[in-house]
């Protein structure tokens, strides 16, 4: 079993201290009775007695850190990072909420001593609030075109050919989200570029009308990201003497 130990400042809800903390759990054990599946089953459970609602933003997350004691009741880290907070204050809320309804934590033991050990559980309400609430079996199915899917390339390839030269050595990825409605919002250039031929790529892009059929979680329509690597839409040769 391995598992490492760490000398850390943590802030707790009311006061601060230092001590040694378990920074991971050996790798034979889980935070949580009845592993995984228990867990996702006691949220749900909790999600429905406590009557949350998910969050508007179907991808917004939370990724919440808690310090299980000894005696296997929790305390939450306060998270430093207050940007990250407000960006996802609906999952962050949600998680405040839910977490302290779950009984069944249980801290690392290494050679029959048992100690407190730090866990990070990624909160999800929009999954948590349409899982089968068995802790298992969740469908999850992705976000599909309408039309062609050679159709989308032909257009991204006409809108990247008009204004962006591509450096063979470089790769490009384009990122965007399907929305629940069947829509293509929020789109990202990851990559080496020109910033103003950027800008004029992602205009060109807020005006295609390219329809799909959005991902679902358990036949629900939700948002989803889609990541397409641009240099595959191209002819290297065609594109890097194009005048």
């Not at 378990?22 to 009845?34: A, N, T, W």
């Not at 006691?42 to 406590?50: G, M």
């Not at 009741?73 to 407000?86: G, L, R, T």
Request: aromatic fraction near 12%.
């Amino acid at each position: 079993m391995k598992a490492s130990f760490l000398f850390v400042l943590l802030c707790f809800s009311g006061f601060t201290f230092s001590q040694v903390i378990l920074s991971d759990y050996p790798v034979d054990q889980f935070y949580y009775k009845g592993g995984n599946t228990a867990l996702q089953k006691d949220l749900s459970k909790a999600f429905k007695e406590l009557e949350l609602k998910p969050c508007d933003n179907t991808m917004e997350t939370y990724n919440i850190s808690i310090l299980i004691e000894k005696d296997s009741s929790i305390k939450f880290i306060k998270d430093m990072d207050s940007v990250n907070v407000e960006k996802n204050k609906c999952a962050f809320d949600v998680a405040r909420e839910i977490i302290p309804e779950l009984k069944s934590w249980q801290p690392a033991e290494i050679q029959g001593q048992k100690f407190q050990s730090i866990v990070k559980i990624l909160i999800n309400p929009f999954q948590i609030a349409y899982s089968t609430g068995e802790g298992y079996g969740d469908n999850v199915v992705h976000a599909q075109m309408l039309s062609d899917a050679d159709y989308l390339h032909v257009q991204l390839k006409k809108i990247f050919q008009k204004t962006f030269r591509l450096n063979m050595e470089q790769t490009i990825y384009l990122s965007f989200t399907v929305t629940k409605e069947g829509l293509m919002k929020d789109f990202v250039l990851d990559g080496n570029y020109d910033k103003i031929e950027v800008s004029r790529i992602i205009t060109d892009l807020k005006h295609l009308k390219l329809k799909w059929k959005p991902a679902t979680f358990n036949g629900v329509p939700m948002d989803s990201k889609q990541r397409i690597n641009v240099n595959q839409l191209y002819n290297y040769g065609e594109l890097y003497n194009h005048d």
